[in-house]
């Protein structure tokens, strides 16, 4: 009896952990995303930003479902004065790829494969921090998809977003501040 009591809320543990994996296919829903440039809640080192170089930040990632058939990238400021400000739109990266290398070229397409969209600053690529005043945080959010998407290069976040409706499969993100 006493084996019984001991065995029956095992097996629902079992049972729950099982379902759940079923669920969610087993995958990991949760995507971690690092830079050897800066470290989560950081201040963003000046090179990454319109009062150094403006080059993106060396970015790597792990976590990334075997169901994924691209990744994308939005970085943006929810601190700017008139709303959200959009730094860059990057999509189209295959599931393969764990970084992005420092100085991605503002080029529609890039050599792994990906696409860039346009930031705010009405450009292809990266544009780095550059507040007006006060600390800003730069969010850096990585989707995983389930296809990969039919549109070209050029898109805005707000097309990417449309466009990922219904296929994020996982996601993670990297905070960084900066104040000029």
């Known amino acids: ?25 087993g995958e990991a829903m949760e995507l971690k995303i690092k830079s ?21 930040p060396p ?17 943006d400021d929810p601190d700017a004065p008139m709303g959200t400000w959009v730094h860059w739109v990057i999509y189209n990266i295959p599931p393969a790829i764990k970084e992005l290398p420092e100085n991605i070229p503002p080029h529609k397409n890039i050599e792994n494969g990906a696409q860039q969209g346009t930031n705010d600053f009405r450009e292809i690529g990266y544009g780095g921090p550059c507040p007006p005043g006060g600390i800003h945080r730069y969010y850096f959010k990585l989707y995983a998809l389930d296809k990969v998407l039919d549109s070209g290069p ?24 900066y104040k000029r």
């Open 154 to 177: 050029g898109m805005t976040k707000t097309q990417l977003l449309k466009a990922m409706e219904g296929h994020v499969l996982a996601q993670g993100q990297l905070m960084g501040r």
């Open 36 to 56: 050897s440039a800066f470290h989560e809640g950081d201040m963003i080192p000046p090179k990454y930003t319109c009062d150094g170089a403006d080059i993106s």
């Open 1 to 25: 009896m006493k084996r019984r009591m001991l065995i029956a809320p095992l097996v629902g543990f079992f049972l729950v952990f099982y379902v759940n994996l079923t669920v969610i296919g």
């Open 59 to 75: 970015l790597t990632w792990e976590g990334v479902s075997a169901n994924a058939k691209s990744l994308a990238l939005i970085s």
